[in-house]
């Protein structure tokens, strides 16, 4: 027992969602825990918590999207820091960004292993839910509920609304599961839509902060919300942001291949069905026993269209 409410393993058991699909994970999540006490990192000990997101699956041959965050505990990123400077050094990629879309460049295919290795050492966890398109759909904001939402949001497309909807509840749920009383966030987020002024992002800082304090009662410090933009030139932020883009990248291609099964537990066979950059981001996603922690959900519909339903996902990677 702790200050911060019951826990089992390192997840935070105080927290009460207001969404049933973060709620569906959140509950995930408390199972998983009960079979693998370390499945989620501790990230209480430095000051501030850094959260990098991305989000993929936009094209049409894909049937659900994914919502990739890493959240780690920037305070000890140091000696990840190290190895990813002397990476972009030794493997002459010094200023190539290691996205997922750019890497049929031959230069960032060799340093792809050693970048992904490199990321073990960060003290975080990186989380990736794969969301059924229609059930993004079937929640997608109607002409009743555009008033309640700030002015100069209310007046976005419902794609970008509903987009920007599932990346707050997602990353707040996420945070508060893993953040304690008074702790910095520092949240970078893709260059997406909405986000694409400076205007937008100033809009948003202050109804993302309102949401992750719907899921817990705990007090934050210092909340600010950024995107790549705010790389100072090191290319700290872009390769943190990198993490989720990669994962994101290679675990839309399961839906989009039709090999994802309905039923769980999921387990995926992947040598010959997907592309082999895929394959080496899945086998590195599917590795255990490091300060970095990798964890990927389904939401599909469950027994209505607005009910979510969770599944955790499983790799079998010979």
């Known amino acids: 027992m702790t200050g911060l409410g019951c826990k089992t393993g390192n997840w935070s058991l105080d927290l009460a969602p207001p969404w049933g699909v973060t709620a569906a994970i959140g509950n995930c999540i408390r199972q998983l825990e009960i079979a693998h006490a370390d499945l989620m990192p501790d990230l209480h000990l430095g000051p501030t918590l850094i959260i990098a997101s991305d989000y993929g699956g936009q094209h049409k041959g894909s049937s659900h999207e994914a919502f990739s965050f890493l959240l780690a505990d920037l305070q000890f990123c140091w000696r ?39 990321a073990d050492v960060i003290p975080g966890v990186l989380a990736t839910v794969l969301i059924n398109k229609s059930f993004m759909q079937a929640l997608r904001v109607t002409s009743d509920e555009r008033p309640q939402l700030p002015e100069g949001i209310a007046r976005w497309p419902a794609r970008v609304i509903t987009k920007m909807t599932f990346v707050a509840h997602l990353g707040a749920l996420f945070i508060a599961g893993l953040s304690r009383e008074g702790q910095n966030i520092l949240w970078m987020t893709d260059n997406d839509d909405f986000v694409a002024n400076d205007e937008r992002v100033i809009e948003l800082t202050p109804l993302f902060a309102q949401v992750i304090s719907q899921y817990s009662q705990r007090a934050m410090g210092h909340f600010r919300l950024g995107t790549m933009k705010c790389d100072n030139g090191d290319l700290l932020i872009e390769d943190l942001a990198s993490l989720p883009d990669l994962a994101g990248g290679a675990l839309c291609e399961i839906p989009m291949r039709g090999l994802l099964p309905k039923e769980s537990p999921i387990q995926l066979p992947l040598r010959g069905h997907l592309p082999i950059k895929a394959i080496t981001i899945i086998k590195w996603l599917s590795e255990i026993g490091h300060a970095l922690r990798r964890v990927t959900f389904v939401v599909d519909h469950g027994d209505s269209r607005a009910r979510a339903r969770v599944r955790a996902l499983d790799f079998y990677t010979d």
Do not use: C, H
């Open 80 to 118: 990840w820091d190290e190895y990813r400077r002397e990476i972009r050094t030794t493997r002459s990629v010094q200023n190539r960004r290691m996205s997922y879309k750019a890497l049929n460049d031959q230069r960032r295919q060799e340093a792809l292993p050693a970048f992904l290795a490199a």
